[in-house]
Structures are given as C-alpha cells and as structure tokens.
C-alpha cells in the first residue's frame, strides 16, 4: 500500500507545525504508515500539491492534515485551510483521511468551523489521533474497519515517533533550517477546573500523559540520524510541568528539575551538534509558586539549550475580574513578574549566537468573556509598571480568540470580540508602538551581532535566526533568498530590528557603510568610490568581504 501524508501545516496553542517547523503530527502520521507494513510512505508539504509537482492520485491512502488554531502571521509558509485541504483531497481517487487539529476540533481564524461527521470526497475523519487511524488503515485495508475515534498509547507512539523520523527529509526546509517539533506530554494539569475558557487542551486530552524522556530521546536519536539539528520542545502546555508533583491535586503542580535535566541531557547526548535546542510554552502561576525548583529548570535550559530561548508565559490578561471569568491560571500580576524575573535572572545573558538565553515571553488573548473598557485599561498599565520596572521580555503577543466547539468560548463565539473591536485595536497599537519597541531595544541593543540569521526565501527583505519566536531583521542592504548571514544590529522598528548584513560588500553602497558605527557620511563614500574598507578598528576588518 502507497500512502501519502499530505501536510497542509498545523498551529496549536501547544504544539506548531508551520515551516520552518516540523509538527507532530505527520510525522507521527508517517511512522504508523510505517509501522503498519506501508510499501511505500512519503511526505508531502502541501507546496508541492499548489505548484502540481506530486501527482496524489499514484497513491492508495491520502493522508491531509492541517488546523490552525492560533492563527499568527507566517513568514515560512501558507497553511492549507479546511476548505482547501477538503478540497485536494476530495478530488484523488485514492482513500482519504483527514486528520490534525481540523479534524479533532475544527479549524478557524474567527471562528472554529468542525467538519462533518460526512464530507463528500472523504473516507475518515480522525477525530481520535490521526496516527492510530493511520496505523489501523493500512494495516487492516480498509476505512470500514477503521475507529475514527481512536486514540493512540504512550507505547505505540514509542514505535511511530522514531519510524517517522524520515519524513524530516522532504521538508521543504531540510537540511539546514527544519526545525523539528517534540511532544513531551498532551493534556494540562488544570484540567482539575476545567482549564482557560478558549483553550482546547483539556477537552481535547483532558489529565497530562507524559512521555517518558527515554521515548522522546529516541526520538531525537532518529530524526537526528536524518539530518535533523533543530528541535524545540514545544508540544506540550508548560514545559516546566513535566512531569511535575501533584498532578492531579493541584493545578499548580511541583517541577521536577531531575526529569527535566534527564530529558534534556538526554537529548544533547544524542544529537550532540545541534544547532537549536528551544522550549515553548509556560505556566507563569507555577514558576512562581514554586520559584527554586523552577529556576533549576531554567538552568538546565540554559545549559543545554542554545541562545535566543524563549519561555511564552499565557498571561492573556492582567484584569483579575476577566481572568476569574475565564478561569485562568493566573491570578495576580504579581505572580507574572516573579516567573518573569526568575527566567530572566537564569537566562538573561547573551549567547554565541548574539540573543540571550532564556528570556520568557507574554501572550494575551482578546475577546475573553466579559471582558469592557477596564480589562484593556488594566492591561496598560500594567504593562507600563513592567517597562518601568526595567523587566526582560523577549516579545509579546496578542491574538483574537478563537472559539472552537468544546469549549465554555465555543458558546459564547466572538461576540466579546465584537463588542470590543475598538478597544482591540487600541491595545494593539499600544504594544506595538510604547511597549515592544522599548522591549527590543532591551534585548537587541544597538551593536549586537546576531548570528546565523537566514534570509526568508519567501520575503528576502527580512531575515531570521532559526527557532523559537526568532527576531524579525529588516536587512538594510540585499542578499540572496536562503543565504545564511550575520547581522549588525543598527536600528528598531516597532517589531523589527535593522540589521547590515555581515560581510559587508561593497556594492551594498555608501548608504550602507554609513550605517556602521564609527564611520561618518563623508569617509563611507570616499571608501565606496575608492573601493576601499572604511576606517574602522582592527577587530571589525572581518566584517568586510572586499
Ligand atoms: S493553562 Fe490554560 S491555556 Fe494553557 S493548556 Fe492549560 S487550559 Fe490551556
């Protein structure tokens, strides 16, 4: 049996897999085919459907995956939307299975939109995990014998994890960019209450299962035998809560920094020149509460992660009368700026690569229920004190909620959204124009040197580092779509910095070398037209290509 595993891209609240990035999914995907005796598996980035270079209909199973459920801007890729995918798959003649987060809990950028339990054109919606479909598909032959519901163990994901490590190689972004995303755990402790009001993780998995570090390692081991040199440890809701003390009684569960140290040591000893280690998500409440055990994880992070780490905190809102509303995790402002100053104190100093560490991030979510004028006024001046405070974060993200049915925000739709549009909008521009700008310039100063930044293939005015929440550089002077360059940091924008792409090259113009520090108007055109280096200390001669 021929099966393809068409991946049209998927982003999670925990868990992302938009290019760069690999996700979890249709690797998992691709394994079980494996694993079921498939003769023949391959990987298809949805790209390559759009431009006709893959002929789906040679295949006997199609395998779509998409779902975005927190939708941002993407500078990598397009991700298919439900209709698109519908569409592809509704016109091969081979068996067709939707999976991913679309087919588990809809897929919407206002709106979560849940497919049918019939769709023309498709045999099975894996409601379940779309790797047990996969699995009993191939390995049973046929869609009738096939439980959408079907949820896959700790164990067989053991076998498929490390079988769909090859998928890695028809990455758009293989070899050198592909980052691949690992699951540590599904499910979230606060699962207790019922978790945040537009959060699908607990209806969706409900109590935390955790992978043991050795699975996650031989995982790692796999893709690393790939090629693979990029991971970050993103599929899971706090990643200081692994395997944490007292799930199931608190919602604010003990870290347990030797498991922690175990998987990350783990993953170092066998991918030992890999160029991205990263995290993703975090509980703030629980660094907090528990701020030795959570500064050893931050030191563990440090020591085997790799420069320009972010922590993303789910803050959403600092208004206590919304977050109670919208049963949130955390309770006071207070508690954020304790995590915040526990990750930065560990993590705040710059690495090889120019970024710092570990630095945590924010995210807000607007359209919360019951939210008016006072959350957003409550909201900025907080974020005021933070920036008075001299507080390090690394960037700060705001989205609109998405409700997905399932949820208490699945009942109230977008009508707290609508009702806020103006205040929204005002409290975006406010972080953008008063409170990012000031944050980057904390953590980007003039002068810093970024290294290994990669020009966008698909916007080759900007380039970024590889990994987690990786800084936006406008570079100041052309080069070419995929180059890999350093960057002289010598402007901000409000989301941005401005970079000089090093080496520096003669034909990037007077206007360019003006910009280094040091050298005036006069002396970069006297260079430029002399087609010599301008004067610049000894220690700078390596940043000039001629
Ligand atoms: S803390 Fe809230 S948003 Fe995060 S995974 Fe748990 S329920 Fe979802």
New binding site residues.
């Given amino acids: 049996m021929r099966v393809a595993i068409l991946d049209g891209y998927t982003d999670e ?2 868990g992302l897999g938009v290019p760069p990035y690999l996700g979890t999914h249709p690797r998992y995907a691709y394994g079980a085919a494996r694993a079921a005796g498939a003769t023949e598996v391959r990987y298809v980035p949805v790209e390559r459907v759009r431009s006709g270079d893959v002929d789906l209909n040679r295949f006997d199973v199609v395998v779509g995956i998409c779902g975005v459920h927190t939708p941002g801007k993407y500078l990598g890729a397009r991700p298919a939307d439900l209709s698109e995918m519908l569409r592809i798959l509704s016109e091969v003649d081979a068996v067709t299975v939707l999976g991913g987060p679309a087919a588990q809990s809809g897929h919407g950028r206002v709106g979560g939109e849940l497919p049918e339990t019939e769709v023309e054109g498709v045999d099975v919606i894996a409601r379940g995990d779309v790797e047990a479909v996969v699995y009993d598909l191939v390995s049973e032959g046929s869609p009738e014998a096939v439980d959408p519901d079907r949820r896959r163990s700790i164990e067989e994901l053991r076998e498929y994890s490390v079988k769909g490590a090859p998928a890695a190689r028809e990455h758009v972004d293989y070899p050198d960019a592909v980052i691949a995303e690992l699951e540590t755990y599904r ?5 207790l209450s ?3 009001s ?5 209806p969706r998995y409900g109590e935390p299962e955790f992978r043991p570090p050795e699975d996650v390692v031989e995982e790692v081991k796999a893709l690393y035998k790939v090629g693979v040199r990029r991971f970050r440890v993103g599929r899971q ?2 990643v200081f809560s692994y395997m944490a003390e007292g799930i199931g009684e608190t ?1 604010r569960p003990r870290p347990n920094p030797e498991a922690v140290e175990k998987l990350f040591r783990g993953i170092c000893t066998v991918a030992p020149d890999l160029v991205t280690l990263h995290v993703d ?1 975090a ?1 703030p409440a629980v660094i907090a509460e528990h701020p030795v055990e959570s500064r050893e994880i931050a030191k563990v992070l440090v020591r085997y992660g790799t420069p320009g780490n972010v922590v993303a905190f ?1 803050v ?1 809102t600092f208004d206590e009368r919304v977050a109670r509303k919208n ?3 955390v309770e006071s402002k207070e508690e954020v700026f304790r995590a915040i100053e526990v990750v930065a104190s560990v993590g705040g100093y710059r690495g090889w690569n120019g970024m710092p560490y570990l630095l945590p991030g924010l995210n807000f979510v607007c359209g919360l229920i019951g939210e008016n004028r006072e959350r957003y006024r409550r909201d900025e001046e907080v974020l005021r004190e933070l920036v008075e405070r001299g507080l390090r974060v690394r960037r700060i993200n705001v989205r609109n909620v998405v409700p997905f049915p399932g949820t208490e925000m699945g009942e109230h739709g977008t009508k707290w959204l609508e009702r806020n549009r103006e205040r929204v909008a005002a409290f975006k521009r406010f972080v953008r124009e008063e409170v990012d700008p000031v944050l980057l310039r904390r953590v980007l100063p003039k002068g810093t040197v970024l290294r290994r930044l990669r020009v966008e293939p698909r916007e080759p005015e900007f380039a970024r580092q590889v990994g987690s929440y990786p800084v936006a550089c406008r570079l100041l002077a052309e080069r070419e779509p995929g180059e890999w360059v350093d960057g002289l940091v010598v402007g901000h924008g409000a989301r941005s910095v401005e970079v000089i792409p090093l080496p520096v090259r003669r034909e990037d113009g007077p206007d360019v070398l003006a910009k280094l520090p040091g050298v005036g108007k006069k002396e970069a055109l006297d260079a430029f037209l002399k087609g010599r280096r301008p004067r610049v200390p000894y220690a700078l001669r390596s940043w000039f290509a001629f």
């Fill in positions: 609240p925990a499910g979230c402790p606060r699962f019922g978790g945040c537009f959060c699908t993780e607990v809701p706090c919602e998500n509980n789910g959403e049963n949130l995790n």
